[in-house]
């Protein structure tokens, strides 16, 4: 049965199978690009004091672009600001882009680069938004409405007794599961339902077993989610550990200069 070109539903099987990977990417480096793009998202959002909605649609749109066009072609973090820039107007928290460009700018090059009004580096970014924003509307189908999870976890944090300190856990989350493709696989109520099981296996308490109880969601998607999430974490911390033991133990190479 052909897929629809407006169907954003896919499965973990399907992930496997990304024009990225194709192109010689691994599954996990794919999604692990993804994150990074996700991150340049959350970072700039916050600086442009964006709504968490707006840069939760911008990951979603990028992990259906990626469905179609690969990381070999189109870089991620050109991808990622074009996504936001996007969402700021889908969303209407729109920003012009001499205030919008500086922050990617800052963000993508780790504090490195300045791109200020009239720069070279402006105008390059400048370039790659308003010649990947088409491409990437055309990918989407024009299909800017997503589904967001944060819609039912606000209704599930309004009915359990949860206290401030987990709700605050279950948000945190909510925005790490948008990092990775979990929204193309799994329902937004789903990913929900394991935000907040995360916070109730970070912090337990009596009577949670019955906190997801009536909220609409099936355990076992719950926990497919859940275990995602875990084995990202687990990815992620393993990618750092190199660079954290190089910062850690300088004497080791002896081009290192000494620390103290």
Not at 72 to 95: G, I
Not at 130 to 136: A, F, K
Not at 205 to 218: F, K, S
Request: charged content about 25%.
């Amino acid at each position: 049965m052909e897929r629809k070109w407006t169907d954003w539903q896919y499965s973990r099987d399907e992930l496997t199978k990304t024009p990225s990977v194709a192109s010689g990417w691994t599954v996990e480096r794919e999604e692990m690009d993804r994150a990074k793009a996700c991150t340049l998202v959350y970072s700039a959002a916050r600086k442009l004091q964006l709504p968490q909605i707006t840069s939760a649609s911008a990951c979603v749109y990028l992990h259906r672009f990626f469905m179609r066009h690969s990381l070999k072609e189109y870089h991620h973090y050109n991808v990622a600001a074009t996504c936001l820039f996007l969402a700021c107007k889908a969303e209407e928290s729109l920003r012009k882009l001499d205030v919008f460009i500086p922050v990617i700018a800052y963000y993508a090059s780790k504090g490195h680069r300045k791109a200020v009004l009239g720069t070279s580096e402006y105008e390059k970014w400048r370039s790659v938004i308003v010649t990947t924003e088409p491409i990437v509307l055309e990918a989407l189908c024009f299909d800017m409405v997503v589904d967001h999870p944060h819609v039912s976890l606000v209704s599930m944090l309004e009915r359990t007794s949860l206290d401030e300190r987990r709700k605050q856990m279950a948000w945190s989350f909510v925005a790490d599961c948008m990092r990775v493709p979990v929204c193309l696989v799994h329902e937004a109520r789903t990913v929900a339902g394991a935000a907040v099981e995360l916070a109730m296996r970070v912090a337990p308490e009596q009577g949670d077993e019955a906190v997801l109880d009536g909220a609409g969601v099936r355990r076992a998607e719950v926990a497919r989610v859940v275990q995602w999430l875990l084995e990202f974490y687990a990815r992620e911390a393993q990618a750092r550990r190199p660079v954290a033991e190089a910062v850690q133990t300088p004497a080791s190479s002896p081009a290192s200069p000494s620390i103290g």
